[in-house]
Nanobody, 123 residues
Framework: EVQLVESGGGLVQSGGSLRLSCVASEFTADDYAISWFRQAPGKEREGISYLNTIDDSTQYSDSVKGRFTMSTDNAKNTLFLTMNNLQPEDTAVYYC????????????????WGQGTQVTVSS
């Protein structure tokens, strides 16, 4: 199983930016989908971004489209999520995940998950 470790969360004011990192123990051909999810207190987990490493296609949820951007550093097995114009409703624990991703934005087809990193946006 691929090991994932997120970092980069923190407290930021509304309108600010953060960049989350997710270091993977390996990139495998079977786990070709990489995604970010988030879960706010009392809410269901939300799939917010998706990258297919085979064809480089991406998807973003409407809630983050135009503000959040995924990128990768393959040499370092690292996935990034750059988050701009953060709003209080973006407050959540953010997780990266890998798998086949066929069910995105559901997390059902993601087999490897990180431990999560907290993002808190103050108004």
């Amino acid at each position: 199983e691929v090991q994932l470790v997120e970092s980069g969360g923190g407290l930021v004011q509304s309108g600010g930016s953060l960049r989350l990192s997710c270091v993977a123990s390996e990139f495998t051909a079977d786990d070709y989908a990489i995604s970010w999810f988030r879960q706010a207190p009392g809410k269901e987990r939300e799939g917010i971004s998706y990258l297919n490493t085979i064809d480089d296609s991406t998807q973003y949820s409407d809630s983050v489209k135009g503000r959040f951007t995924m990128s990768t550093d393959n040499a370092k097995n690292t996935l990034f999520l750059t988050m701009n114009n953060l709003q209080p409703e973006d407050t959540a624990v953010y997780y990266c995940a890998m798998g086949t991703g066929r069910s995105f934005p559901s997390g059902e087809d993601f087999t490897s998950w990180g431990q999560g990193t907290q993002v808190t946006v103050s108004s």
